[in-house]
């Protein structure tokens, strides 16, 4: 090695941030509403870093991540390290609200976009490079978290997002070429910045460029050996780690291992350790093997990784064990957990318990797998106990999966299919509708709240939220729109509602975990064989129904986004465990329709979220997830009429799959892309109805007539009117009810308007 740094042993790649209890989370919210200030903030932060860098520590772990803590997203963070935030917010003087009217907007200030990180649920900031953006390095968070750690005696490796990463996940702005161009600029800052820490006495520091995992960069591999050789050919420099995760490293490893780093991270719950063997430059690198999987929360198979280790020894300089990415993306502990059965409990790892498995598998590749015994032991316990379970194998879910794949049921063709509905449906040309929910009121927040404290019974709770499906109903009617929804108020989230009265998944009572900035989510756990012991949403659905004569939707989650949004079994692949799901939504669509429901939602926003990183993977995924909506929706008869919503407007590379799903109508997020969308779906064939956004729902302001007029008009350019739906963008939840009312009042008298011309 270049540097005197000694190779670390035992590591993770970065940890939760929210505090166990979401201290984090309140604090922010408190700090946003004026109600402490930024001294009582900043405090709050200092002990949750302490106590994850000191818990970390007594684990056993010999390096700790630091800088991976975050008052909003670590993305943003790394914009403010290398001065790339927007011109825009450059007035507001305070360092820590710039941060958030970046993050957030204020009433003068746009927020930046969000995006998903990767194939997470994570989001992240998209940083905007323009011709206006002069790089400049702003090293102070990530000093400030040096200088606590050294002083509370922390083995800290600091943690940055890579240079390529960054740039690549960037958008160019103001007529500026794309990010990547700016490259070799970027790299002079992260220069400097790695000297500034070497003189700071930092050992080891670690970039991560999980981009390389990817196909987004054809020029991955180059661009890879040209910033890495000139990093590593810094004379004052920490040792330098390249951390990858979420996928294999296949063609960029070469470059990488050609440059003088001293480290490179492996993601091998997603990849595989068989490429380094094939690399003889690793053999003076330490190779950090990813062996605990740091985004799903099953139980590391010990004995396994071991050997993987043991093999990786062989060719690399030293190993080290971590976790495959950082363990943001899982709850904290298990411990703060109960109402587990115990055989389950047994087969699962959160953060804490991957920390643990990371240090005993470091003392396994030390001392020798004897000094282990007992960790071994008790991960072969877990895993036979899992493999035997019955909850894994139900035989007739199995058995009826078979035979309706094998049956190839088909709906008559889409045409076919309008006809018939309309005959039974006779609604006006251009019918409005909204996607479902309506904003979530504080009294149905209240009730939530009796109700799970005990201060109101089941049956308290049942008639209040018939109150407020009465009162949407009673809103639509008034309005006139024409196709109604119950609003969705016994939902505190589309995926965990259908997980809590499924079997197979465990809802989590504080399995939270960051979606992005201050807001988390309760990922539910699919453990088992997926099966429907009562129907779950016809009780409500019926009840709305019976308040009008116009048709209310019955609204469905579909399997691909209930995949997306849970933690999901690895001991089969996708595609079985969401047919078994798609089994289940089928099932409800069936009583729904015996219940006299004409039309069904079947909402698949996270469609797009779980297409594989890599090209060759696409295709296969597609298939799967296309098929699962299919085996959901085609237990009803022709003249049911399938809905579908979709929560985006740049399809890329899912446009073909949505055609493929063949709803009857399909209601996309199109207000911001000016219609475009359509277009593109022109393009690949599609022929069924569609309702794109007239209006953003994500903005409380409320639009003109005159403005949906006009997207509408730009809609009919591309779809003829009998197959032109009209909605807004998305979900009514986040806006107030004036907002509400405002806006789709203006819609409503859009479309009598142009129904009439
Ligand atoms: N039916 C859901 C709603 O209206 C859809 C939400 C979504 O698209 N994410 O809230
Ligand atoms: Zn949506």
Known sequence: MSTTASPFTATILGSPRIGPNRELKRAV?????????????????????????????????????????????????????????????????DDLDRYFAAARGNDEIAP?????????????????????????????????????????????????????????????????????????????????????????????????????????????????ERTYARLGALTTRPALFVATYFGELTDALPALARTPIEAIGFDL????????????????????????????????????????????????????????????????????????????????????????????????????????????AASDAAIASRTADPRLDNGQIRARISSLLASGAKRAPADERRVVQQDRLKLPALP????????????????????????????????????????????????????????????????????????????TQNGWVQSYGSRCVRPPILYGDVARPNPMTV???????????????????????????????????????????????RDEMVDLQSAGIAIIQVDEPALRELLPLRSKDKEAYLRWAVEAFRLSTSGVADSTQIHTHLCYSEFGEVIGAIADLDADVTSIEAARSHMEVLADLNDVGFANSVGPGVYDIHSPRVPGVDEITTSLREALE?????????????GLKTRTTPEVMASLRHMVAAAAALRSS
Request: charged content about 20%.
């Open 112 to 224: 930046l976009e969000m995006t998903k990180w990767f194939d997470t649920n994570y989001h992240y900031i998209v940083p905007e490079i323009g011709p206006g953006t002069a790089f400049e390095l702003n090293p102070a968070k990530v000093l400030g978290e040096v200088e606590e750690a050294a002083a509370q005696g922390v083995p800290a490796r600091p943690v940055i997002i890579g240079p390529i990463t960054f740039l690549a996940l960037s958008k160019a702005v103001n007529g500026g070429t794309t990010p990547i161009g700016r490259l070799d600029e970027l790299v002079a800052v992260y220069a400097e910045l790695l000297e500034l820490l070497a003189d700071k006495g930092v050992p080891w520091v670690q970039l991560d460029e999980p981009i390389l995992v990817t196909d987004i960069l054809p020029d991955a591999p180059e661009l890879t």
């Open 432 to 507: 409005t509708t909204t996607i479902g929910s309506y904003p979530q009121t504080s009294a149905i927040r209240v009730a939530r709240a009796d109700l799970r404290s005990g201060k109101i019974d089941a049956a308290e709770y049942e008639r209040r939220m018939k109150a407020e499906i009465a009162g949407v109903i009673a809103l639509q009617e008034q309005l006139g729109l024409d196709v109604l929804v119950h609003g969705e108020p016994e939902r505190n989230d589309m995926v965990q509602y259908f997980a809590e009265q499924l079997d197979g998944f465990f809802a």
């Open 269 to 376: 719950s997603a990849g595989d350790s068989a490429p380094v063997a094939a690399v003889p430059e690793l053999a003076d690198k330490l190779l950090v093997a990813g062996v605990v999987d740091g985004r799903n929360i099953w139980r590391t198979d010990l004995d396994a990784a071991l050997g993987k280790l043991v093999g990786m020894l062989e060719s690399a300089g030293a190993v080290a064990v971590s976790t495959s990415c950082s363990t943001l993306h899982v709850p904290y502990t298990l411990e703060a957990e109960d109402g587990i059965d115990a055989a389950l409990r047994s087969w699962l790892a959160f953060g804490a318990e991957k920390v643990r498995e990371v240090a005993a598998l470091a003392r396994g590749l030390k001392n020798g797998r004897e000094a282990i015994a007992a960790e071994i």
């Open 29 to 93: 919210e408190k700090y946003w509403a004026g109600r402490i200030d930024r001294a009582e903030l900043d405090s709050v932060a200092a002990t949750l870093r302490r106590d994850t860098w000191s818990s970390l520590v007594a684990a056993g772990l010999d390096s700790v991540p630091v800088n991976t803590f975050s008052y909003y997203d670590q993305v943003l963070d790394t914009a403010v390290l290398v001065g790339a935030l927007p011109v825009r917010v450059a007035g507001v003087a």
């Open 718 to 730: 591309s779809v003829p009117a009998e197959r032109l739906w009209v909605n807004p963008d998305c």
């Open 539 to 585: 009780e409500w659905i019926t009840f709305a129904q019976s308040l009008t004569d116009k048709p209310v939707k019955g609204m469905l989650t579909g399997p691909v986004t209930i995949l997306a949004w849970s933690f999901v079994r690895d001991d089969q692949p996708l595609a079985q465990t969401a047919a078994q799901v798609a089994l289940a939504i």
